[in-house]
């Protein structure tokens, strides 16, 4: 954690004995799509709609033209899930914050002060309301993402203007330490929006026959538990041992598997958000800090 002029906040070595390894997603993606048979997964297979049929049923249409019908429909598709309607009217609704994501290749040869500044893991230079964050990935890349409290508007407009992008998104940061700006300047990839929106805190719904949701599509929340990934995973998992156990009556296992993924987003989704305004509140970096340290506020 550093300030805005480089100066370390808190510094917490990797000396091998946490708790939370990670991977980089297009190593996950590609692990879990080795695990499986080539044909399992259908490609090129982009849902446009999905209505009821009765009975358990449901029809897809595809952007391709041909529907399927379905015995048991799990909606996995993610933030702006087309199967979501079918169960709840919630919508993900925007935070207030997005990220602005660039990388740097090559960082400790042709980028060396922000290289050094990034460190051997993750960089969090947060004052109230904005900061830019960091990590090192494989191969000497450093991804950045520049967190601003503006609305959506604002971001699609600066970044409209691809050969200026850099420079506006910069001018949030005037003062701060060159080796932090430079991993915005110097960024080597098109300047990306991703706003961050989220569903509800606690969204729930009452069972439907023949449906359920996992992931995004479930309990979309801000990425500030780190608990997205980790999540749809789970719940994965879960469903399939609801299934398992309960193969002779897919209800129950449904409602089963609904039940306790309730309970189980809802604390995360609530930990999310305690933890952005925590992170971006009005004491930045103390409330970060105290997040990091173990000495956030208990409820």
Same mark, same amino acid.
């Given at each position: 954690?550093?300030?805005?002029?480089?100066?370390?906040?808190?510094?917490?070595?990797?000396?091998?004995?946490?708790?939370?390894?990670?991977?980089?997603?297009?190593?996950?993606?590609?692990?879990?799509?080795?695990?499986?048979?080539?044909?399992?997964?259908?490609?090129?297979?982009?849902?446009? !709609?999905?209505?009821?049929?009765?009975?358990?049923?449901?029809?897809?249409?595809?952007?391709?033209?041909?529907? &399927?019908?379905?015995?048991?429909?799990?909606?996995?598709?993610?933030?702006?899930?087309? &199967?979501?309607?079918?169960?709840?009217?919630?919508?993900?609704?925007?935070?207030? /914050?997005?990220?602005?994501?660039?990388?740097?290749?090559?960082?400790?040869?042709?980028?060396?002060?922000?290289?050094?500044? /990034?460190?051997?893991? !993750?960089?969090?230079?947060?004052?109230?309301?904005?900061?830019?964050?960091?990590?090192?990935?494989?191969?000497?890349?450093?991804?950045?993402?520049?967190?601003? /409290?503006?609305?959506?508007?604002?971001?699609?407009?600066?970044?409209?203007?691809?050969?200026?992008?850099?420079?506006?998104?910069?001018?949030?940061? /005037?003062?701060?330490?060159?080796? %932090?700006?430079?991993?915005?300047?110097?960024?080597?990839?098109?300047?990306?929006?991703?706003?961050?929106?989220?569903?509800?805190?606690?969204?729930?719904?009452?069972?439907?026959?023949?449906?359920?949701? %996992?992931?995004?599509?479930?309990?979309?929340?801000?990425?500030?538990?780190?608990?997205?990934? #980790?999540?749809?995973?789970?719940?994965?998992?879960?469903?399939?041992?609801?299934?398992?156990?309960? !193969?002779?009556?897919?209800?129950?296992? %449904?409602?089963?598997?609904?039940?306790?993924?309730?309970?189980? !987003?809802?604390?995360?989704?609530?930990?999310?958000?305690? #933890?952005?305004?925590?992170?971006?509140?009005?004491?930045?970096?103390?409330?970060? %800090? #105290?997040?990091?340290?173990?000495?956030?506020?208990?409820?």
């Amino acid at each position: 954690v550093l300030d805005q002029h480089g100066a370390v906040l808190l510094d917490q070595p990797d000396d091998g004995t946490g708790g939370r390894p990670e991977v980089l997603r297009g190593d996950l993606r590609r692990i879990l799509i080795n695990s499986l048979p080539g044909e399992m997964i259908q490609w090129g297979h982009k849902v446009t !709609s999905v209505r009821p049929l009765g009975d358990s049923r449901h029809e897809l249409t595809f952007a391709d033209g041909p529907t &399927v019908t379905t015995g048991l429909l799990v909606g996995a598709d993610g933030a702006w899930s087309r &199967v979501r309607p079918l169960l709840s009217d919630a919508k993900p609704e925007y935070v207030g /914050t997005s990220f602005i994501e660039t990388y740097l290749y090559d960082a400790d040869q042709r980028h060396p002060a922000a290289a050094k500044a /990034t460190g051997d893991g !993750s960089l969090f230079a947060v004052p109230a309301g904005k900061g830019i964050l960091g990590h090192r990935e494989a191969h000497a890349v450093l991804h950045t993402y520049v967190a601003l /409290t503006k609305p959506q508007e604002w971001i699609a407009a600066i970044l409209a203007s691809p050969e200026t992008a850099a420079a506006q998104v910069a001018a949030e940061f /005037t003062g701060w330490a060159p080796e %932090l700006t430079a991993l915005i300047t110097d960024g080597e990839t098109a300047l990306a929006p991703r706003p961050i929106s989220a569903l509800p805190i606690g969204h729930r719904w009452d069972r439907v026959p023949g449906v359920t949701l %996992l992931g995004d599509a479930a309990h979309l929340m801000s990425p500030f538990a780190g608990e997205g990934a #980790n999540l749809a995973m789970f719940d994965g998992a879960e469903l399939g041992k609801a299934i398992a156990a309960h !193969s002779d009556d897919i209800e129950a296992a %449904l409602a089963e598997y609904e039940q306790a993924l309730f309970a189980r !987003s809802a604390r995360f989704a609530a930990e999310s958000d305690k #933890n952005h305004q925590l992170i971006f509140g009005d004491n930045a970096p103390a409330g970060l %800090l #105290n997040l990091l340290t173990g000495q956030e506020p208990t409820e």
